[in-house]
């Protein structure tokens, strides 16, 4: 079999880890998730990395061990962070690559239900109260919709289940 590479992104919450697990089983390949990535090769949970050593640090370790991942792995399932397609020029660096980038598209109301019951250890909206939950991320999807646009292939993954929308990707992969 060809090698197959899969990434999966779109805004947090959004599915990419628990789908990713799916594809990766059903293909019988490697399933990767950069944050764990990251925590492993940095021996510090995400949040401490923020804490500790600041947003642009996380920011560039993202990129750094993506192109790592690329160079070292063959056939993989990868689910990206929330935000890293959206810095430098990850989107283009992701998209030559592989011709297999699949966003996962769930609107905010159904998001914002996800997230506020698990806000606490995700550093971007571990700040906000509940009530402003919907606006932020109503600004920061749109802000970050430019780049989510650029994967090869969109998903609508609001109401369909998991395995549903695992099948969509398996389907579609080219
Ligand atoms: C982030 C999303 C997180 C993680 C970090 C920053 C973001 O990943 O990379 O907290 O900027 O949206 P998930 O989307 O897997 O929660």
Redesign the pocket.
């Known amino acids: 079999m060809k090698d197959v590479k899969i990434v999966l992104l779109g805004?947090?919450g959004s599915g990419?880890?628990t789908v990713g697990r799916i594809v990766a089983n059903h293909l019988n390949i490697k399933f990767l998730d950069l944050?764990a990535y990251i925590e492993q090769r940095e021996d510090m949970s995400?949040s401490s990395i923020?804490k500790e050593k600041g947003e642009i640090y996380f920011r560039k370790k993202e990129i750094e061990y993506l192109i790592e991942i690329f160079l070292n792995e063959s056939s993989f399932v990868l689910?990206l962070?929330?935000?890293?397609p959206c810095f430098g020029d990850n989107m283009n660096v992701i998209n030559e690559k592989t011709a297999n980038s699949f966003y996962l598209n769930v609107g905010i109301s159904e998001l914002k239900e996800r997230l506020v019951k698990e806000k606490n250890h995700?550093?971007?909206i571990s700040h906000l109260q509940d009530n402003e939950l919907t606006e932020f991320i109503g600004k920061h999807l749109f802000e970050r919709s430019f780049f989510y646009n650029k994967a090869h292939q969109k998903v609508k993954s609001d109401n369909n289940s998991p395995t549903e929308i695992a099948e969509v990707i398996i389907n579609s992969l080219v």
Do not use: I, L, N, Q
């Not at 962070?81 to 890293?84: A, E, L, V």
């Open positions: 805004y947090m990419k880890t944050d995400v923020f689910s962070g929330g935000g890293t995700r550093p971007m």
